[in-house]
Each structure stands twice: as C-alpha cells, then as structure tokens.
C-alpha cells in the first residue's frame, strides 16, 4: 500500500493522492467564501476541523457527531475530495497540507480565508513519528533517530515543516492569513475561538463558546469516533499500534529527544527559522 506520488519535489501517499487530484487542486477555482485549514501534518488540523465545525454550527454538536471530520473538512489534495466537498450554510470548509509555492497562485484568484495552525516541530516530530507506525499508506519509519533526521532534512513524506511554515507565513500580505499555534488553543481554546470567530465573522454566544469548549477537548475528541479516526479500516490504520488521538499534550518531545538529538534539532532550528518572523509561542527547551 506504500506508494509514493512525488510532487513538485515533496513525497506524498500515493494511496491518497494522484497526479491527477494534484493537479486538480492547484488549480482549483476558490470561492471567496471557502475556508481553508492549512496545516503541516500533526499540527492540530483535525482540533481545527472540529472547532470549525462547532463554531459554524452555532455549537450544535450533531455534525461533528455525525459526519466523519474528512467529511466535513476534506483534504483538497486528496482523491476522495470532489465526492466529499460539502456546502455549509453557504461556505465550503477545505484541508490541505500542500506547501504554499503550489497552492497559493490558485488562491490568490480569490478571497478564500486561510486558517494556518503550527505547532512546536519538535512535537509535530514526535507526533508524525507515531503516526507513521499506526497508518499504513505512510513507509516504516524505522527508529525514531533516523526519522528525526529526515525530518530535519525535509526528506519526510509532505516535505519540510520548515518549508511549509515559512512558505504560508510569507503569504500574508498575499492572503488573508489566521495564524495559530496548537499551543495557543492548549492554553486558551475559548480566546482563540473568539478570535477566529471574529476573522470569519461569526458572532459567538457564551452558550456556543461553552459547547465548543466541552467537545473540542481531547478527551471528547478521543471519544468522538466522528473525528478519532477509529471508523479507518485496520488495512488503512493498525489500531493495534496506539491510537490517532495519542496524548494531545504539549511538550512531549522531552520524552522523546537525547540531548545529542535536541542540540542536532536546536542547530538545524535556528539556521533555518533564522529570518523567520513567526510567533512561536513553544519551548525548545
Ligand atoms: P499527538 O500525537 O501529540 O497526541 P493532526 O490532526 O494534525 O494529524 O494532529 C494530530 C495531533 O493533534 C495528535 O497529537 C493529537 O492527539 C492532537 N490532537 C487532536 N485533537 C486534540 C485536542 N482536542 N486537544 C489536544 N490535542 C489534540
């Protein structure tokens, strides 16, 4: 099942994508009410489906309980994406993980808003080491250090974070950029809805906040088989190997990292994030 489809220099599973549903993305005509929640993988993309899909459904829990997450918020890129793209009381949530210098002209021909989460890339490491043992479209990731160091060389499938990060972040005069990290929603999920509610124009009642706040949280996310990842058949994802909503914690990199693999981490980070204006609201310590 492991096929890669390479694409304008980065690997992708070619189990979900093709040439052909790569092209169509890059080239797909964007409405100025469409949404889209751009991400580097394990970033916190599906806690960004999920509070999209509360905050447009006024805190009505029945879709995110009912319609699986890549249902409500399909991945653009993917080929299950023209039978799943949804009309939502008029705007169109999307997904992608592509990197900007291939999505971003299709983007610009419209006033589509961009939703962009990032989270520590230490974490996301971590997180995407995990991942690649329980989904079985992504290769063997063989041992966490020789993962890391293809993740700091960019060579991972979805290409670099660092790419991906400054890549958008450099979009920001060009679109219309919410920019996020996972540890902002960790720290305060209620601040950051209000925020993107007042982005996307929705005006948010207590009683939305308060409803969002209880189903956004890990614990109710990990129940939720609508957004969880457990309807995934076993020849897709093993469920033996652990579970898509594995800890939700940030930090746990500290875990993970040797000293010799932080200060290896710590090098590449600060060579490459050297001009980036970003706000990093992580520890790498
Ligand atoms: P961990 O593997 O560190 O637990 P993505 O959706 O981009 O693939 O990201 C998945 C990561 O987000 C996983 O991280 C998952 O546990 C975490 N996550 C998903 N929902 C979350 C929530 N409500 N609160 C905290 N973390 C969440």
Same mark, same amino acid.
């Given at each position: 099942?492991?096929?890669?489809?390479?694409?304008?220099?980065?690997?992708?599973?070619?189990?979900?994508?093709?040439?052909?549903?790569?092209?169509?993305?890059?080239?797909?005509?964007?409405?100025?009410?469409?949404?889209?929640?751009?991400?580097?993988?394990?970033?916190?993309?599906?806690?960004?489906?999920?509070?999209? /899909? +509360?905050?447009?459904? @006024? *805190?009505?829990?029945?879709?995110?309980?009912?319609? =699986?997450?890549? #249902?409500? !918020? &399909?991945? $653009?890129?993917?080929?299950?994406?023209?039978? /799943? +793209?949804?009309?939502? @009381? *008029?705007?169109?949530?999307?997904?992608?993980?592509? =990197?900007?210098? #291939?999505? !971003? &002209?299709? $983007?610009?021909?419209?006033?589509?808003?961009?939703?962009?989460?990032?989270?520590?890339?230490?974490?996301?490491?971590?997180?995407?080491?995990?991942?690649?043992?329980? !989904?079985?479209? $992504?290769?063997?990731?063989?041992?966490?250090?020789?993962?890391?160091?293809?993740?700091?060389?960019?060579?991972?499938?979805?290409?670099?974070?660092?790419?991906?990060?400054?890549?958008? $972040?450099?979009?920001?005069?060009?679109?219309?950029?919410?920019?996020?990290?996972?540890?902002?929603?960790?720290?305060?999920?209620?601040?950051?809805?209000?925020?993107?509610?007042?982005?996307?124009?929705?005006?948010?009642?207590?009683?939305?906040?308060?409803?969002?706040?209880?189903?956004?949280?890990?614990?109710?996310?990990?129940?939720?088989?609508?957004?969880?990842?457990?309807?995934?058949?076993?020849?897709?994802?093993?469920?033996?190997?652990?579970?898509?909503?594995?800890?939700?914690?940030?930090?746990?990199?500290?875990?993970?990292?040797?000293?010799?693999?932080?200060?290896?981490?710590?090098?590449?980070?600060?060579?490459?994030?050297?001009?980036?204006?970003?706000?990093?609201?992580?520890?790498?310590?």
């Amino acid at each position: 099942m492991e096929v890669t489809e390479t694409f304008a220099g980065i690997s992708l599973p070619g189990h979900l994508h093709t040439k052909e549903s790569l092209h169509f993305a890059t080239t797909f005509p964007f409405r100025d009410s469409d949404v889209l929640i751009v991400t580097y993988p394990k970033s916190g993309t599906t806690w960004m489906q999920e509070i999209l /899909t +509360l905050l447009y459904s @006024a *805190g009505d829990v029945r879709p995110a309980k009912t319609i =699986p997450n890549w #249902v409500r !918020a &399909p991945w $653009l890129e993917q080929i299950y994406f023209k039978d /799943t +793209l949804q009309d939502t @009381a *008029g705007h169109r949530l999307i997904t992608t993980h592509l =990197p900007a210098r #291939v999505l !971003a &002209p299709a $983007l610009q021909q419209s006033k589509a808003k961009v939703i962009y989460v990032a989270r520590n890339p230490k974490d996301v490491a971590v997180s995407f080491y995990h991942f690649h043992r329980l !989904a079985k479209f $992504l290769p063997d990731p063989g041992s966490f250090d020789a993962f890391l160091l293809q993740f700091l060389e960019g060579t991972v499938q979805y290409g670099s974070w660092f790419e991906h990060v400054k890549g958008w $972040l450099g979009q920001r005069q060009a679109l219309d950029i919410f920019y996020v990290t996972y540890e902002e929603l960790h720290q305060d999920l209620r601040g950051a809805a209000e925020h993107l509610g007042t982005f996307l124009g929705l005006p948010l009642g207590p009683e939305t906040l308060d409803s969002l706040e209880r189903h956004c949280s890990f614990a109710a996310m990990r129940d939720n088989a609508m957004a969880n990842y457990s309807l995934i058949p076993c020849e897709i994802m093993d469920h033996s190997q652990g579970r898509f909503m594995r800890k939700g914690v940030v930090g746990d990199w500290r875990q993970h990292f040797s000293p010799r693999q932080n200060a290896l981490f710590d090098r590449v980070y600060q060579r490459e994030m050297r001009d980036a204006a970003l706000r990093a609201p992580w520890s790498m310590a």
